[in-house]
DNA sequence: TAGTGGTCTAGACCACCTT
DNA sequence: AGGTGGTCTAGACCACTAT
């Protein structure tokens, strides 16, 4: 594990006063900034790049600088401004754990482009909130960079938390396939949905360093499950009634 | 319509030209970009940044630059790192127009926290792939900022576009809703699915300078569509076989 | 009018990859 | 070894907003 950037220690250290409310009446500017971490401003400003992409401060040209969301829970990476969050109806959420073991896979493998024996972890979930599964999801990811996620408790953790403080690893690169799929006999039953129900699939490819490095499968039931992404300061249409659904209009 | 600074107007034309193929044999480095245009390096950083952010030059510290994807069809902006594109199966794309005018709805000034009384530019498509219909959408912008649409042939070109060079607009920050739905009698008519077979939905709202300016519903057939974002410099992951269907392996 | 962020410059040093 | 991009500095000027 390499030693961060200046901009990007400073960059985690303000998300994680703005989560604990520190700001709440008022974020500083970019001179104050620059100033009370004795750097130039355009560290501040590769500091601040993230936050305001991902629409967590806000303020522009001209006017008083302010935090939007307190309650993100995402952590920290490029990877999160792809899919922000999967948003369950519902408060508790735990997850069952269905598998976590090293695998080979040639499906795996081809999907990736690496060789057929690479050696993987794989971890395989259902997710609950309030008693309710909503989702499901399953992963690879090559097991020469993610050993330790064998042995950490993924029932309430996040895997990108494991491999971020765990296993020093971040993703910097990937793709994302969203679909929406009947739901097969198998799922169905492990989501206590009927078959044939409309599903969320999302597959992400993840590279690391440039290289093909996990696979990963979400399954999501379709009226339980929003997908949510945010690009920059969106407060002004964020928190104004609907949670997305389509209106009720016909298609004239 | 302003003028645009000076790194954007860099970036556009290295997008233009990545098109039109001419860095097919190998992209500039930085310091010869910064000469080229008579700008500082901190310049053409800044000009890269949404090129390298959406995957379309690759390279890395040490690597010669080098070109990733010519084919891509998108326009340029923040919006597109959200939704990168909605790839349909087939290959000539074409839209019917089955409302073009200004409105006034209840329903979507609520949605975006404006006025009842704002009226709003109504375009409503059903586009088709290979004769067959793949999606629907529809929005509604602020007709204050996109009266040129209602003039528009939105049969081949997209709204993007056409509010982009004939209105001067563009969006700068939104959010993204996401569902996978059964069909209603309605849509799965002028879709030729049949009823409650799983659609995607994209509800986004997007912000004009830091205010609602857009509504607008997608509503994509399952297994015709798929939704795809790209982070980064993805080469490694991406035509390595598979379109993210998910993998035919029980979820043990 | 004061303070903010947006843009731009002209340097510097270093980590990393290619050869 | 030479070239690349990543990081950082210390300035500058300007557009915009709030007051």
Redesign the pocket.
């Given at each position: 594990m390499?030693t961060l950037?200046?901009?990007?220690e400073i960059s985690d250290d303000l998300l994680h006063r703005v989560q604990e409310g520190e700001f709440a009446h008022g974020?500083p500017?970019?001179?104050?900034l620059s100033e009370r971490y004795?750097?130039?401003?355009?560290?501040i400003?590769?500091a601040l790049t993230p936050l305001?992409e991902q629409g967590i401060v806000g303020?522009?040209?001209?006017?008083?600088?302010y935090v939007i969301n307190t309650s993100r829970t995402s952590g920290f990476g490029p990877m999160y401004s792809l899919r922000d969050a999967i948003t369950a109806r519902g408060g508790n959420e735990s997850s069952e754990v269905v598998a976590q073991r090293i695998v080979t896979s040639p499906q795996v493998s081809t999907a990736l482009g690496l060789a057929a024996q690479t050696p993987f972890v794989h971890v395989a979930r259902v997710r609950t909130a309030d008693g309710a599964p909503f989702a499901m999801d399953r992963l690879w990811i090559i097991a020469s960079a993610a050993e330790p996620l064998l042995e950490a408790d993924l029932t309430e953790t996040s895997v990108h938390d494991v491999l971020r403080t765990r296993c020093g690893v971040e993703f910097d690169a990937g793709v994302e396939y969203t679909h929406s799929v009947p739901a097969s006999a198998e799922v169905a039953d492990r989501l206590a949905v009927d078959e044939g129900s409309p599903l969320l699939t999302v597959r992400r490819k993840s590279c690391l360093?440039g290289r093909p490095a996990e696979l990963r499968d979400t399954c999501a039931v379709g009226d339980r499950v929003t997908l949510t992404h945010v690009f920059g300061d969106a407060s002004a249409v964020l928190d104004c009634g609907g949670d997305g659904r389509p209106i009720e209009i016909p298609w004239d």
């Open positions: 390499r950037p200046r901009w990007r974020f500017g970019e001179l104050a004795g750097v130039s401003r355009g560290t400003r590769q305001r303020g522009g040209r001209g006017r008083r600088p360093a």
